[in-house]
């Protein structure tokens, strides 16, 4: 007899039963005043007020189909007008209420380079290249260092498509992302102590590991700019930091590449930031983290966020004390 045995990452952490998570959804859309229900390939979630980007020109690819490996990440998705509305973009401004002056975010047209240890340099239009790309939809867990977290409705596709795509040579070990620099348009990049433009990387194995994803779209639409349009990366098992917005570069190299917040600050922020609550960060603890979108609950933060049957493999030669930060 076939007995499907759900993989951790699919467990809940508080035994999301169907009637819990549909309970705690019901109170969430009553909470927040939301008028329905947003229903996306068979996903659903409170639905906000924001509207699918006008004139989009890949509107006609979302939603996507669900991969049911990733269907259900075990917690409430979050409302989509509470995480359209509190985000990291430091582009656009240090605090959390970016949404507004994100809307200068030009997203046409838009390219990505590929570069470094490539069989050919390539520089695509992302209309292009999202079309060549296998897209589906995932919820995933996010943790951000600063000890909140999320669930998210992604459109997009696993970063491996789009290595293979670029067809690194054998001797890369990294991939390298780059974020737009564009003062004019971004206001935060005017903020000439940060090393702009944003910086993050991963190894060859996290990069190809099924877990790490580019999203192109969220609750079932392109992605709006605040998220990082038109790209964006979400590595769920790291702290939300390495989750690069609005990608313009892929590079492959040999040596490991400085992310913008080592570059910041070493001592604090390092490259692998992979969650683990047994290691306080410098100046707070991240035992717990605060689930947004509910009225303030905490709940017990997991290693790898909950993921690690997926990635904890990726790091046997790692030294461990390089490995949570
Ligand atoms: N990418 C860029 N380019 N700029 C940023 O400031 N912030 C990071 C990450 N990616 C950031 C970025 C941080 S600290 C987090 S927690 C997540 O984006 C936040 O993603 P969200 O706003 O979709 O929650």
Request: hydrophobic share 30%.
């Given at each position: 007899m076939f007995i499907k045995r759900p993989k951790s990452w699919e467990i809940p952490e508080n035994k999301a039963s169907s009637e819990a998570t549909f309970l705690n959804r019901r109170t969430l859309i009553k909470a927040a005043g939301f008028s329905g229900i947003g229903v996306a390939a068979g996903l659903s979630w409170p639905s906000g007020t924001m509207q699918a980007?006008?004139?989009?020109?890949?509107?006609?690819?979302?939603?996507a189909t669900v991969n049911p490996a990733y269907a259900d990440a075990g917690k409430p998705i979050t409302p989509e007008d509470v995480n359209s509305k509190y985000n990291n973009f430091y582009e656009f401004?240090?605090?959390?209420?970016i949404f507004n002056e994100a809307q200068?975010?030009?997203?046409?047209p838009w390219s990505v380079t590929f570069d470094g240890l490539v069989d050919k340099e390539m520089t695509v239009d992302f209309d292009t290249l999202v079309r060549a790309m296998p897209l589906e939809d995932r919820v995933y867990r996010h943790r951000c260092v600063e000890a909140w977290s999320m669930v998210i409705p992604w459109s997009g596709f696993p970063l491996k498509a789009l290595v293979d795509y670029a067809q690194p040579l054998s001797s890369a070990k990294y991939v390298r992302f780059e974020t737009f620099n564009d003062s004019k348009m971004a206001?935060?990049?005017?903020?000439?102590?940060?090393?702009?433009?944003y910086i993050e990387g991963l190894t060859m194995a996290e990069a190809t590991n099924d877990l790490a994803f580019i999203a192109t779209g969220a609750y079932g639409k392109p992605?709006?700019?605040?998220?990082?349009?038109?790209l964006r990366l979400h590595t769920p098992w790291k702290y939300g930091f390495k989750s690069i917005k609005s990608i313009v570069r892929v590079s492959f190299t040999e040596e490991r590449p400085v992310s913008f917040w080592e570059e910041v600050n070493s001592k604090e922020y390092g490259f692998y930031a992979n969650v683990n609550p047994k290691v306080p960060h410098k100046r707070w603890s991240q035992a717990t983290e605060e689930v947004l979108g509910t009225g303030g609950e905490r709940v017990p933060t997991q290693l790898y966020n909950g993921y690690g049957e997926q990635v904890a493999n990726l790091y046997s030669d790692v030294p461990e004390e390089q490995l949570y930060f």
């Open positions: 980007a006008e004139n989009d020109p890949t509107a006609d690819l979302y939603p401004g240090s605090h959390k209420r200068k975010l030009k997203t046409r206001s935060g990049q005017r903020q000439i102590w940060y090393p702009w433009p992605l709006a700019k605040q998220f990082g349009a038109p």
